[in-house]
Protein backbone atom coordinates (compact mmCIF):
# COMPACT_ATOMS: atom_id res chain seq x y z
CA UNK A 1 0.00 0.00 0.00
CA UNK A 2 2.73 2.25 0.86
CA UNK A 3 4.69 1.94 -2.19
CA UNK A 4 2.02 2.03 -4.68
CA UNK A 5 0.61 5.43 -2.66
CA UNK A 6 4.46 6.95 -3.10
CA UNK A 7 4.44 5.69 -7.00
CA UNK A 8 1.08 7.21 -7.42
CA UNK A 9 2.53 10.34 -6.28
CA UNK A 10 5.53 10.29 -7.77
CA UNK A 11 3.25 10.23 -11.35
CA UNK A 12 0.97 12.63 -10.47
CA UNK A 13 3.64 15.44 -9.13
CA UNK A 14 7.10 14.73 -9.33
CA UNK A 15 8.76 16.91 -6.19
CA UNK A 16 11.74 17.37 -8.11
CA UNK A 17 9.98 18.52 -10.72
CA UNK A 18 9.23 21.93 -8.76
CA UNK A 19 12.21 21.91 -7.30
CA UNK A 20 14.71 24.79 -7.74
CA UNK A 21 17.71 22.20 -7.51
CA UNK A 22 16.19 20.25 -10.72
CA UNK A 23 15.98 23.83 -12.49
CA UNK A 24 18.21 23.26 -15.69
CA UNK A 25 19.55 26.58 -17.93
CA UNK A 26 19.05 26.24 -21.45
CA UNK A 27 21.35 28.11 -24.12
CA UNK A 28 19.36 28.70 -27.36
CA UNK A 29 20.63 29.69 -30.36
CA UNK A 30 18.22 31.44 -32.85
CA UNK A 31 17.78 32.93 -36.25
CA UNK A 32 15.54 35.69 -37.15
CA UNK A 33 14.75 38.00 -40.13
CA UNK A 34 14.17 41.14 -38.43
CA UNK A 35 12.15 42.64 -41.06
CA UNK A 36 8.70 42.51 -39.59
CA UNK A 37 9.74 42.86 -35.92
CA UNK A 38 10.15 46.03 -33.67
CA UNK A 39 13.99 44.68 -32.73
CA UNK A 40 14.51 41.65 -30.35
CA UNK A 41 13.19 43.46 -26.91
CA UNK A 42 9.55 43.05 -25.37
CA UNK A 43 8.00 46.17 -25.34
CA UNK A 44 4.09 46.91 -25.58
CA UNK A 45 2.14 44.28 -26.81
CA UNK A 46 1.14 46.48 -30.16
CA UNK A 47 4.95 45.88 -31.53
CA UNK A 48 5.96 42.45 -32.48
CA UNK A 49 9.32 41.50 -31.15
CA UNK A 50 11.24 38.49 -30.96
CA UNK A 51 11.38 38.04 -27.43
CA UNK A 52 7.38 38.17 -27.06
CA UNK A 53 6.95 35.90 -30.05
CA UNK A 54 8.94 33.41 -27.72
CA UNK A 55 7.30 34.47 -24.63
CA UNK A 56 4.09 33.09 -26.35
CA UNK A 57 5.90 30.12 -27.09
CA UNK A 58 6.90 29.33 -24.04
CA UNK A 59 3.67 30.42 -22.48
CA UNK A 60 1.92 27.76 -25.15
CA UNK A 61 5.18 24.71 -24.25
CA UNK A 62 6.02 26.00 -20.41
CA UNK A 63 2.53 26.99 -19.10
CA UNK A 64 4.52 29.81 -18.05
CA UNK A 65 6.61 32.61 -19.14
CA UNK A 66 10.55 31.48 -18.00
CA UNK A 67 12.58 34.85 -18.00
CA UNK A 68 14.33 35.04 -21.59
CA UNK A 69 17.90 36.58 -21.40
CA UNK A 70 19.47 37.65 -24.85
CA UNK A 71 23.35 38.15 -25.60
CA UNK A 72 22.12 41.96 -26.24
CA UNK A 73 19.39 43.34 -28.05
CA UNK A 74 18.63 44.13 -31.96
CA UNK A 75 17.06 47.24 -33.19
CA UNK A 76 13.90 47.05 -35.52
CA UNK A 77 14.92 45.37 -38.62
CA UNK A 78 17.93 43.89 -37.57
CA UNK A 79 18.66 40.74 -38.80
CA UNK A 80 20.48 37.41 -36.30
CA UNK A 81 21.79 34.35 -37.84
CA UNK A 82 23.48 33.46 -34.50
CA UNK A 83 22.04 35.10 -31.74
CA UNK A 84 22.06 33.56 -28.15
CA UNK A 85 20.04 33.33 -25.15
CA UNK A 86 19.13 31.42 -21.81
CA UNK A 87 16.31 30.92 -19.72
CA UNK A 88 15.99 28.29 -16.55
CA UNK A 89 12.92 25.73 -16.69
CA UNK A 90 11.75 22.96 -14.73
CA UNK A 91 10.77 20.87 -17.31
CA UNK A 92 11.67 17.57 -18.19
CA UNK A 93 11.79 18.00 -22.11
CA UNK A 94 14.78 17.33 -23.81
CA UNK A 95 17.00 20.11 -25.45
CA UNK A 96 16.17 18.44 -28.93
CA UNK A 97 12.05 18.36 -27.56
CA UNK A 98 12.92 22.26 -27.16
CA UNK A 99 13.94 22.90 -30.27
CA UNK A 100 10.86 21.33 -32.05
CA UNK A 101 8.40 22.11 -29.93
CA UNK A 102 9.57 25.98 -30.06
CA UNK A 103 9.71 25.66 -33.67
CA UNK A 104 6.76 24.15 -34.34
CA UNK A 105 4.82 27.25 -32.26
CA UNK A 106 6.99 30.27 -33.51
CA UNK A 107 6.08 32.26 -36.59
CA UNK A 108 8.27 31.31 -39.35
CA UNK A 109 10.53 34.61 -39.56
CA UNK A 110 12.22 32.93 -36.02
CA UNK A 111 13.81 29.46 -36.39
CA UNK A 112 15.86 28.13 -33.17
CA UNK A 113 18.93 26.04 -34.74
CA UNK A 114 19.51 24.85 -31.55
CA UNK A 115 19.24 24.27 -27.84
CA UNK A 116 21.93 22.54 -25.38
CA UNK A 117 21.83 21.97 -21.28
CA UNK A 118 24.32 24.77 -19.96
CA UNK A 119 26.16 24.81 -16.52
CA UNK A 120 23.30 26.33 -14.15
CA UNK A 121 24.55 30.08 -13.93
CA UNK A 122 25.51 30.68 -17.98
CA UNK A 123 24.67 34.37 -18.87
CA UNK A 124 24.07 34.84 -22.40
CA UNK A 125 24.52 38.24 -21.89
CA UNK A 126 27.64 38.64 -19.39
CA UNK A 127 29.91 35.83 -20.23
CA UNK A 128 30.01 37.01 -24.08
CA UNK A 129 33.23 36.97 -25.08
CA UNK A 130 33.08 38.14 -28.37
CA UNK A 131 30.02 39.13 -31.11
CA UNK A 132 30.39 39.27 -34.52
CA UNK A 133 28.04 41.10 -36.34
CA UNK A 134 28.27 41.00 -40.33
CA UNK A 135 26.64 44.36 -42.68
CA UNK A 136 26.13 43.51 -46.34
CA UNK A 137 25.49 46.50 -49.02
CA UNK A 138 25.00 45.53 -52.51
CA UNK A 139 26.97 48.00 -54.13
CA UNK A 140 25.41 48.18 -58.24
CA UNK A 141 23.75 50.71 -60.23
CA UNK A 142 19.86 48.74 -59.63
CA UNK A 143 18.15 47.91 -56.83
CA UNK A 144 17.73 44.68 -55.20
CA UNK A 145 14.72 42.48 -55.53
CA UNK A 146 15.79 39.11 -54.16
CA UNK A 147 17.82 40.84 -50.95
CA UNK A 148 15.74 44.15 -51.01
CA UNK A 149 15.51 43.11 -46.81
CA UNK A 150 18.61 42.61 -46.33
CA UNK A 151 21.38 44.52 -47.89
CA UNK A 152 22.08 48.28 -47.85
CA UNK A 153 21.48 49.36 -51.63
CA UNK A 154 24.36 51.88 -52.02
CA UNK A 155 24.65 52.31 -56.15
CA UNK A 156 27.76 55.00 -56.56
CA UNK A 157 31.31 53.88 -56.98
CA UNK A 158 33.30 52.99 -53.79
CA UNK A 159 36.99 52.33 -53.15
CA UNK A 160 37.10 49.10 -51.72
CA UNK A 161 40.88 49.07 -51.27
CA UNK A 162 40.89 52.57 -49.36
CA UNK A 163 37.60 51.25 -47.34
CA UNK A 164 39.92 47.64 -46.19
CA UNK A 165 43.14 49.84 -45.23
CA UNK A 166 41.34 52.54 -43.54
CA UNK A 167 39.27 50.14 -41.29
CA UNK A 168 42.43 48.26 -39.86
CA UNK A 169 42.07 51.98 -37.83
CA UNK A 170 39.51 50.58 -36.12
CA UNK A 171 41.19 47.23 -34.75
CA UNK A 172 42.40 46.79 -31.15
CA UNK A 173 41.53 48.38 -27.96
CA UNK A 174 39.88 52.12 -28.71
CA UNK A 175 37.48 54.49 -27.13
CA UNK A 176 34.50 54.09 -29.53
CA UNK A 177 32.80 57.34 -28.33
CA UNK A 178 32.98 58.67 -32.04
CA UNK A 179 30.43 55.76 -33.25
CA UNK A 180 28.66 55.74 -30.11
CA UNK A 181 24.88 56.51 -31.11
CA UNK A 182 23.64 60.41 -29.82
CA UNK A 183 22.21 59.10 -27.18
CA UNK A 184 22.50 60.89 -23.40
CA UNK A 185 20.88 58.10 -21.57
CA UNK A 186 24.05 56.14 -22.64
CA UNK A 187 26.88 58.28 -22.13
CA UNK A 188 27.78 57.53 -19.07
CA UNK A 189 28.90 54.09 -19.64
CA UNK A 190 32.57 53.31 -20.85
CA UNK A 191 32.54 53.40 -24.50
CA UNK A 192 36.03 51.76 -24.50
CA UNK A 193 35.80 48.39 -26.48
CA UNK A 194 37.92 46.02 -28.38
CA UNK A 195 37.69 44.70 -31.90
CA UNK A 196 39.57 41.71 -32.81
CA UNK A 197 39.10 40.96 -36.60
CA UNK A 198 36.86 43.70 -39.65
CA UNK A 199 36.59 41.80 -42.81
CA UNK A 200 35.66 43.48 -45.40
CA UNK A 201 34.90 41.06 -48.90
CA UNK A 202 33.04 41.60 -52.18
CA UNK A 203 31.31 38.85 -54.24
CA UNK A 204 29.12 40.03 -57.17
CA UNK A 205 27.99 43.02 -55.88
CA UNK A 206 27.64 42.17 -52.46
CA UNK A 207 30.02 43.75 -50.12
CA UNK A 208 30.30 42.24 -46.65
CA UNK A 209 31.59 43.84 -43.28
CA UNK A 210 32.44 41.67 -40.67
CA UNK A 211 33.36 42.72 -37.22
CA UNK A 212 34.14 40.99 -33.83
CA UNK A 213 34.50 42.94 -30.93
CA UNK A 214 34.46 42.10 -27.14
CA UNK A 215 31.41 44.47 -27.21
CA UNK A 216 29.68 47.01 -29.16
CA UNK A 217 28.28 50.46 -28.16
CA UNK A 218 24.78 51.29 -29.03
CA UNK A 219 24.90 51.52 -33.22
CA UNK A 220 28.05 51.19 -33.25
CA UNK A 221 28.39 49.26 -36.41
CA UNK A 222 26.05 50.77 -38.62
CA UNK A 223 27.77 54.07 -37.47
CA UNK A 224 31.46 52.47 -38.51
CA UNK A 225 29.71 51.53 -41.82
CA UNK A 226 28.21 54.40 -42.60
CA UNK A 227 32.07 56.34 -42.40
CA UNK A 228 33.29 53.57 -44.28
CA UNK A 229 30.56 54.56 -46.89
CA UNK A 230 31.74 57.87 -46.85
CA UNK A 231 35.40 56.96 -47.19
CA UNK A 232 35.01 54.55 -49.99
CA UNK A 233 33.00 56.79 -51.63
CA UNK A 234 35.70 59.95 -51.42
CA UNK A 235 33.28 62.31 -49.16
CA UNK A 236 35.96 61.79 -46.58
CA UNK A 237 40.14 61.60 -46.98
CA UNK A 238 42.74 58.80 -46.31
CA UNK A 239 43.30 58.95 -43.09
CA UNK A 240 39.91 59.70 -42.40
CA UNK A 241 39.22 56.76 -39.55
CA UNK A 242 42.30 57.37 -37.41
CA UNK A 243 41.55 61.18 -36.77
CA UNK A 244 37.39 60.23 -35.93
CA UNK A 245 38.56 57.71 -33.67
CA UNK A 246 40.44 60.19 -32.00
CA UNK A 247 37.93 63.06 -32.13
CA UNK A 248 35.82 61.24 -29.29
CA UNK A 249 32.61 62.99 -30.67
CA UNK A 250 29.66 61.55 -32.56
CA UNK A 251 29.52 64.32 -35.05
CA UNK A 252 33.00 63.66 -36.74
CA UNK A 253 31.38 60.07 -38.24
CA UNK A 254 29.23 59.43 -40.85
CA UNK A 255 26.04 58.36 -41.25
CA UNK A 256 24.29 56.07 -39.79
CA UNK A 257 23.56 53.19 -42.24
CA UNK A 258 20.45 51.59 -42.47
CA UNK A 259 19.11 48.92 -40.13
CA UNK A 260 18.53 46.20 -42.65
CA UNK A 261 21.89 45.62 -44.05
CA UNK A 262 22.95 44.30 -40.45
CA UNK A 263 22.84 40.87 -38.88
CA UNK A 264 23.93 39.51 -35.61
CA UNK A 265 25.86 36.71 -36.90
CA UNK A 266 27.65 34.55 -34.10
CA UNK A 267 28.20 35.24 -30.29
CA UNK A 268 31.29 33.23 -28.76
CA UNK A 269 31.81 32.65 -24.99
CA UNK B 1 8.84 80.33 -93.58
CA UNK B 2 9.50 77.01 -95.19
CA UNK B 3 12.29 76.27 -92.67
CA UNK B 4 10.46 78.02 -89.49
CA UNK B 5 7.06 75.64 -90.27
CA UNK B 6 9.66 72.40 -90.57
CA UNK B 7 11.27 73.27 -87.44
CA UNK B 8 7.80 73.63 -85.96
CA UNK B 9 6.53 70.30 -87.46
CA UNK B 10 9.92 68.40 -86.09
CA UNK B 11 9.38 69.61 -82.31
CA UNK B 12 5.44 68.49 -82.35
CA UNK B 13 5.56 65.55 -84.41
CA UNK B 14 8.37 64.09 -84.85
CA UNK B 15 7.68 62.09 -87.93
CA UNK B 16 10.68 59.02 -87.19
CA UNK B 17 9.49 58.16 -83.97
CA UNK B 18 5.89 56.68 -85.24
CA UNK B 19 8.28 55.05 -88.25
CA UNK B 20 8.81 51.55 -87.81
CA UNK B 21 12.02 52.35 -89.49
CA UNK B 22 12.72 54.26 -85.97
CA UNK B 23 11.75 51.20 -83.15
CA UNK B 24 14.09 50.13 -81.70
CA UNK B 25 14.38 46.44 -80.20
CA UNK B 26 14.80 46.55 -76.11
CA UNK B 27 16.80 43.53 -74.13
CA UNK B 28 15.65 43.42 -70.51
CA UNK B 29 17.88 41.86 -67.67
CA UNK B 30 15.86 41.84 -64.87
CA UNK B 31 15.72 40.09 -60.91
CA UNK B 32 12.34 39.33 -59.20
CA UNK B 33 11.75 37.83 -55.80
CA UNK B 34 8.97 35.47 -57.26
CA UNK B 35 7.61 34.33 -53.59
CA UNK B 36 4.20 37.20 -54.27
CA UNK B 37 4.06 36.31 -57.99
CA UNK B 38 1.14 33.90 -60.06
CA UNK B 39 4.98 33.28 -61.90
CA UNK B 40 6.36 34.98 -64.93
CA UNK B 41 3.30 35.04 -67.57
CA UNK B 42 0.59 37.71 -67.63
CA UNK B 43 -2.67 35.45 -66.76
CA UNK B 44 -6.58 36.80 -65.76
CA UNK B 45 -6.24 40.23 -64.05
CA UNK B 46 -6.82 39.09 -60.25
CA UNK B 47 -3.70 36.99 -60.51
CA UNK B 48 -0.46 39.02 -59.90
CA UNK B 49 2.55 38.19 -62.58
CA UNK B 50 5.98 39.84 -63.37
CA UNK B 51 4.77 40.73 -66.80
CA UNK B 52 2.00 42.00 -65.64
CA UNK B 53 3.75 44.37 -63.26
CA UNK B 54 5.79 45.62 -66.00
CA UNK B 55 2.88 46.05 -68.10
CA UNK B 56 1.66 48.32 -65.99
CA UNK B 57 5.26 50.46 -66.01
CA UNK B 58 4.92 50.54 -69.26
CA UNK B 59 1.57 52.05 -69.68
CA UNK B 60 2.99 54.46 -67.58
CA UNK B 61 6.10 55.23 -69.01
CA UNK B 62 5.23 55.41 -73.01
CA UNK B 63 1.53 55.57 -72.53
CA UNK B 64 0.94 51.99 -74.16
CA UNK B 65 1.99 48.67 -73.92
CA UNK B 66 4.57 46.95 -76.12
CA UNK B 67 4.65 43.08 -76.23
CA UNK B 68 7.10 41.70 -73.58
CA UNK B 69 8.95 38.50 -74.62
CA UNK B 70 10.71 36.58 -72.32
CA UNK B 71 13.42 34.07 -72.77
CA UNK B 72 10.87 31.49 -71.05
CA UNK B 73 8.24 31.61 -67.92
CA UNK B 74 8.83 30.66 -64.75
CA UNK B 75 6.60 29.18 -62.01
CA UNK B 76 4.80 30.51 -59.27
CA UNK B 77 7.26 31.28 -56.40
CA UNK B 78 10.01 31.36 -58.50
CA UNK B 79 12.99 33.53 -58.36
CA UNK B 80 14.94 34.86 -61.04
CA UNK B 81 18.50 36.95 -60.77
CA UNK B 82 18.97 37.26 -64.43
CA UNK B 83 15.66 36.81 -66.22
CA UNK B 84 15.96 38.17 -69.61
CA UNK B 85 13.28 39.86 -71.75
CA UNK B 86 12.49 42.16 -75.30
CA UNK B 87 10.47 44.68 -76.37
CA UNK B 88 10.03 46.93 -79.47
CA UNK B 89 9.50 50.70 -78.89
CA UNK B 90 9.65 53.71 -81.08
CA UNK B 91 10.43 55.92 -77.28
CA UNK B 92 13.21 58.35 -77.79
CA UNK B 93 14.49 57.29 -74.27
CA UNK B 94 17.87 56.40 -73.84
CA UNK B 95 18.57 52.75 -72.62
CA UNK B 96 19.82 54.19 -68.61
CA UNK B 97 16.61 56.27 -68.77
CA UNK B 98 14.18 52.83 -69.79
CA UNK B 99 16.08 51.08 -66.50
CA UNK B 100 15.32 54.33 -63.98
CA UNK B 101 12.04 55.05 -65.26
CA UNK B 102 10.81 51.19 -65.29
CA UNK B 103 12.50 50.76 -61.33
CA UNK B 104 10.37 53.73 -60.22
CA UNK B 105 7.84 52.38 -61.83
CA UNK B 106 7.66 48.63 -60.85
CA UNK B 107 7.32 47.26 -57.27
CA UNK B 108 9.68 46.27 -55.01
CA UNK B 109 10.41 42.53 -55.52
CA UNK B 110 11.06 42.88 -59.22
CA UNK B 111 14.13 45.24 -60.20
CA UNK B 112 15.08 46.19 -63.69
CA UNK B 113 19.44 45.22 -63.53
CA UNK B 114 20.09 46.43 -67.33
CA UNK B 115 18.74 47.39 -70.56
CA UNK B 116 20.59 47.38 -73.98
CA UNK B 117 19.14 48.51 -77.44
CA UNK B 118 19.95 45.20 -79.68
CA UNK B 119 19.62 44.31 -82.89
CA UNK B 120 15.74 44.91 -84.27
CA UNK B 121 15.16 40.94 -84.59
CA UNK B 122 17.21 40.18 -81.47
CA UNK B 123 14.19 37.46 -79.67
CA UNK B 124 14.64 36.69 -75.71
CA UNK B 125 13.16 33.21 -76.63
CA UNK B 126 14.36 32.13 -79.98
CA UNK B 127 18.26 33.55 -79.85
CA UNK B 128 18.79 31.34 -76.61
CA UNK B 129 21.78 29.55 -76.57
CA UNK B 130 21.97 28.51 -72.76
CA UNK B 131 20.23 28.89 -69.51
CA UNK B 132 21.34 28.53 -65.93
CA UNK B 133 18.91 27.46 -63.14
CA UNK B 134 20.04 27.49 -59.70
CA UNK B 135 18.04 25.34 -56.90
CA UNK B 136 19.01 25.77 -53.30
CA UNK B 137 19.18 23.54 -50.42
CA UNK B 138 19.04 24.14 -46.72
CA UNK B 139 20.36 20.41 -45.39
CA UNK B 140 20.45 21.21 -41.53
CA UNK B 141 18.35 20.11 -38.40
CA UNK B 142 16.47 23.24 -38.25
CA UNK B 143 14.25 25.29 -40.71
CA UNK B 144 15.36 28.28 -42.10
CA UNK B 145 13.79 31.77 -41.04
CA UNK B 146 16.13 34.69 -42.94
CA UNK B 147 16.37 32.41 -46.55
CA UNK B 148 12.92 30.63 -45.74
CA UNK B 149 11.42 31.84 -49.55
CA UNK B 150 14.44 30.93 -51.13
CA UNK B 151 15.30 27.22 -50.45
CA UNK B 152 14.03 24.07 -50.17
CA UNK B 153 14.30 23.32 -46.21
CA UNK B 154 15.49 19.47 -46.13
CA UNK B 155 16.41 18.49 -42.44
CA UNK B 156 17.72 14.51 -43.09
CA UNK B 157 21.60 13.61 -43.85
CA UNK B 158 22.46 13.73 -47.45
CA UNK B 159 25.35 12.10 -49.12
CA UNK B 160 26.38 15.05 -51.56
CA UNK B 161 29.51 12.99 -52.91
CA UNK B 162 26.90 10.33 -54.51
CA UNK B 163 25.09 13.56 -55.48
CA UNK B 164 27.84 14.89 -57.40
CA UNK B 165 28.62 11.74 -58.92
CA UNK B 166 25.31 10.32 -60.17
CA UNK B 167 24.62 13.58 -61.56
CA UNK B 168 27.27 13.87 -64.28
CA UNK B 169 25.17 11.06 -65.63
CA UNK B 170 23.00 13.70 -67.02
CA UNK B 171 25.74 16.19 -68.44
CA UNK B 172 25.16 15.81 -72.08
CA UNK B 173 22.52 15.45 -75.25
CA UNK B 174 20.17 12.83 -73.34
CA UNK B 175 16.40 12.06 -74.34
CA UNK B 176 14.82 14.04 -70.80
CA UNK B 177 11.71 12.28 -71.23
CA UNK B 178 11.93 11.04 -67.37
CA UNK B 179 12.41 14.63 -66.27
CA UNK B 180 10.20 16.53 -67.59
CA UNK B 181 6.11 17.13 -65.95
CA UNK B 182 3.62 14.72 -66.70
CA UNK B 183 1.43 17.39 -69.01
CA UNK B 184 -0.50 15.51 -71.55
CA UNK B 185 -0.07 18.69 -73.24
CA UNK B 186 3.43 18.66 -73.39
CA UNK B 187 3.88 15.48 -74.29
CA UNK B 188 4.66 15.65 -78.27
CA UNK B 189 7.17 17.82 -78.57
CA UNK B 190 11.04 16.34 -78.60
CA UNK B 191 12.30 15.96 -75.15
CA UNK B 192 15.80 15.83 -75.98
CA UNK B 193 18.02 18.93 -74.52
CA UNK B 194 22.05 18.93 -73.96
CA UNK B 195 22.99 19.58 -70.11
CA UNK B 196 26.60 21.76 -70.40
CA UNK B 197 27.34 21.48 -67.26
CA UNK B 198 26.32 20.64 -63.30
CA UNK B 199 27.94 22.02 -60.32
CA UNK B 200 27.05 21.11 -56.70
CA UNK B 201 28.55 23.18 -53.67
CA UNK B 202 27.95 23.43 -50.17
CA UNK B 203 28.54 26.32 -47.79
CA UNK B 204 27.19 26.25 -44.42
CA UNK B 205 24.41 23.91 -44.82
CA UNK B 206 23.31 25.00 -48.02
CA UNK B 207 23.45 23.59 -51.15
CA UNK B 208 23.59 24.86 -54.68
CA UNK B 209 22.55 22.88 -57.45
CA UNK B 210 23.78 24.36 -60.85
CA UNK B 211 22.44 23.53 -64.20
CA UNK B 212 23.14 24.59 -67.47
CA UNK B 213 21.24 23.50 -70.55
CA UNK B 214 20.49 24.65 -73.99
CA UNK B 215 17.10 24.68 -72.86
CA UNK B 216 14.77 22.34 -70.04
CA UNK B 217 11.79 20.66 -70.34
CA UNK B 218 8.55 22.13 -68.41
CA UNK B 219 9.86 21.11 -64.09
CA UNK B 220 12.94 19.37 -65.48
CA UNK B 221 15.52 20.86 -63.15
CA UNK B 222 13.27 20.62 -59.58
CA UNK B 223 12.28 16.79 -61.32
CA UNK B 224 15.96 16.23 -60.92
CA UNK B 225 16.83 18.02 -57.95
CA UNK B 226 13.81 16.09 -56.69
CA UNK B 227 15.50 12.69 -58.18
CA UNK B 228 19.13 13.80 -56.23
CA UNK B 229 17.93 14.24 -53.31
CA UNK B 230 16.09 10.75 -52.95
CA UNK B 231 19.42 9.62 -54.48
CA UNK B 232 21.40 11.75 -51.42
CA UNK B 233 18.82 9.98 -48.65
CA UNK B 234 19.70 6.33 -49.50
CA UNK B 235 16.05 5.67 -51.07
CA UNK B 236 17.90 5.35 -54.27
CA UNK B 237 20.66 3.21 -54.99
CA UNK B 238 24.40 4.11 -56.40
CA UNK B 239 23.47 3.84 -60.80
CA UNK B 240 20.24 5.24 -60.35
CA UNK B 241 20.28 8.53 -62.32
CA UNK B 242 21.78 6.74 -65.75
CA UNK B 243 18.54 4.07 -65.48
CA UNK B 244 16.24 7.02 -64.53
CA UNK B 245 17.31 8.52 -67.76
CA UNK B 246 17.06 5.34 -69.81
CA UNK B 247 13.40 4.81 -68.60
CA UNK B 248 12.38 7.72 -70.62
CA UNK B 249 9.13 7.89 -68.32
CA UNK B 250 7.82 10.28 -65.32
CA UNK B 251 7.23 7.94 -63.25
CA UNK B 252 10.66 6.72 -62.31
CA UNK B 253 12.25 9.64 -61.07
CA UNK B 254 11.68 11.70 -57.58
CA UNK B 255 9.28 13.83 -56.65
CA UNK B 256 9.20 17.72 -57.67
CA UNK B 257 11.23 19.77 -55.52
CA UNK B 258 9.45 23.05 -54.39
CA UNK B 259 9.40 26.27 -56.39
CA UNK B 260 10.89 28.46 -54.13
CA UNK B 261 14.04 27.01 -54.27
CA UNK B 262 14.22 27.59 -57.86
CA UNK B 263 16.12 30.60 -59.21
CA UNK B 264 16.62 31.28 -63.23
CA UNK B 265 20.22 32.40 -62.61
CA UNK B 266 21.30 33.15 -65.66
CA UNK B 267 20.37 33.49 -69.66
CA UNK B 268 23.14 33.39 -72.60
CA UNK B 269 22.54 34.48 -75.88
Tied chains: 1, 2.
Excluded at 99 to 123: G, M, T
Amino acid sequence: MEIEGAATLWVAAPSHYNNRNFMRTIKLTLEYDGTDFHGWQIQEKSKRTVQGEIYKAFQKIFGKKPCLVGSGRTDSGVHAQGQVAHFKTDSSLSAEKIVSALNANLPHDISIIDAKVVRKNFHAQFDVKSKIYSYTILNRKSRPAIHRNFCYFYPYPLNLKLMKTEARALVGQHDFRSFQASDPQRQKQSTVRTIKKIVINEDGGFITIDIEANGFLYKMVRNIVGTLLEIGSGKLPKGSMRKILARKNRLAAGKTAVAKGLRLKEVRY
